[in-house]
DNA sequence: TTTGGAGCTTAATCTGGATCAACAATCAAT
DNA sequence: ATTGATTGTTGATCCAGATTAAGCTCCAAA
């Protein structure tokens, strides 16, 4: 169904069709080949407000590595920090293991986001991150990221936006996580994920889920057997249409009155 | 008892002993004829990392105002953002109110710590925030603090570091609320005050909490009954011991052993 | 010094979501 | 096509923590 290449494993080679089937491949290609200047997704991305000029000492610094297949990991728990990713195609989520080894979900990443805010700090990343598909990156390293905030007010304030957009995205979770019924957090994630396709101009009604039911239970702090239950139930009600990875939101302002009305 | 003046709300008058009798107004006077250079916060304030000329620049931006009665609001949800706060003396409270009125704690902040950070991305304030004991702030110009930065690359460096902390405090509290219980959660919070309470120079194991139960239950996720349930639990078993508003970590490795076997 | 209200504790009961269990669907690898 | 592994669904039961209710402690204001 979809031509994505399955060559197993040459991560290097470079022979990614530009034009992939699926909706996601056309809105991201995974072509290296590419500037911030001409990529789609630089009207949300680090240079959003950019000037021509500027846009170009960023290209400067930023690195665009082979693709990622599902499953590879964009860095580990307690690695040291070096870099800041932007998403180019496909998704990735973040987790930490607890002592017993069961992961808990701490976030997801579509195109255009940025990944690896946790580490700037400690200097050690306090997530793992793993792709959830076939997926592209830029890799922005913060040194220089930094040495070049200093150069381009411009970048410096809006690199302070998207961390204070991060820190106030991460209060709602918390918000949402200590006083939301499942119902409530289900319904809250799924039209997240809804502004969040329509942010890279795709439906806003329509999208493919890239985790699994479980990764999403780990990030909502449910269970699995939760979140089936509550898409079902959804789903019964007549709010939203679920086959496999594949959602449809039919009604989307009683999806937001649930939120609403907590 | 406390030598703290009453004097019914004059908040501009300036006269605030110098030497008040409570432990946290001993560590930090309400005073503000003092400077970033001679405040003993600041090696884990702003200043941290500055060499003496930049504190004096900083020390130019920031705005020293009256102190704060209880009660007192700093800001209000969705108020337009204008500056960062460093908390001098007291301590403050974080929340967002539900539609239904409910109140919920996002965070509460001790001397040294930063508040507002929250507004950065969206220039609104996503929270209020309000004193919860007299306390006094040093108020921080955003839009001078940005000038500053880029001229300042160890300044705009630490601000980087202290969103970035921010960040990763965030992502834990995520992990606490999706998978901890209510006793996991409260030794955690305990331990986490213990923590701060010790980088103000105070006691590690026996400090004043300067929140109610009910600020403890919305922040964590629980009600107060559990709250103090658990409180009552972990002093039978002995771990801690709590007076009204007063606690003593009186073994501070099983408690830490409690949130570690998770 | 009384009084009223906010804050806190304790006990009894209830319930939303976890846990346990079984099975179905999907997909990748032979 | 067959197999095994991963993912998803559904049902039955259980329990941690919510809810409800009552009384207690503390302290500020009259």
């Known amino acids: 169904m979809s031509s994505v290449n399955t060559d197993g494993g040459s991560r290097g ?4 069709p530009l034009n992939a089937a699926t909706a996601v491949d056309k809105a991201c290609p995974h072509n290296v080949n590419i500037s911030c200047a001409s990529c789609r997704l630089n009207e949300l991305c680090l240079p959003i407000a950019l000037s021509k000029a500027e846009i170009h000492q960023l290209d400067e610094i930023v690195q665009r590595n082979r693709p ?3 499953g590879d990991h964009l860095y580990r728990q307690s690695d040291e920090f070096k870099s800041v990713y932007a998403v180019r195609s496909g998704s990735f989520k973040s987790y930490v293991l607890g002592t017993s080894g069961q992961s808990r979900v701490t976030g997801f990443f579509l195109p255009g986001e940025i990944m690896g805010m946790d580490g700037i700090a400690s200097k050690d990343y306090a997530n793992s991150t793993v792709a ?8 922005i390293p913060f040194f220089q990221l930094e040495k070049l905030s200093h150069q381009l007010p411009n970048l410096q304030h809006h690199f302070f936006a998207i961390m204070g957009n991060e820190i106030a995205k991460d209060q709602q979770i918390h918000t949402l996580l200590s006083s939301y019924t499942a119902e409530e957090r289900t319904a809250s994630f799924l ?3 809804s502004s969040r396709s329509s942010r890279v101009s795709l439906s806003p009604t329509r999208f493919l889920l890239p985790m699994t039911r479980s990764d999403i239970g780990e990030y909502l702090g449910l269970t699995v057997e939760t979140v089936s239950r509550i898409f079902t139930a959804l789903q019964r009600k007549g709010l939203i249409k679920v086959r496999n990875r594949e ?3 039919l009604e ?6 649930i939120v609403t009305t907590n």
Not at 13 to 16: D, E, K, L, Q, T
Not at 132 to 139: D, K
């Open 252 to 257: 989307i302002d009683t999806l937001r009155a």
């Open 68 to 70: 990622y297949k599902k």
């Open 247 to 249: 959602v449809d939101l």
């Open 132 to 139: 959830l598909e076939h997926a592209s990156i830029c890799e």
């Open 13 to 16: 080679s470079g022979r990614i």
């Open 191 to 193: 039209l997240g994920l």
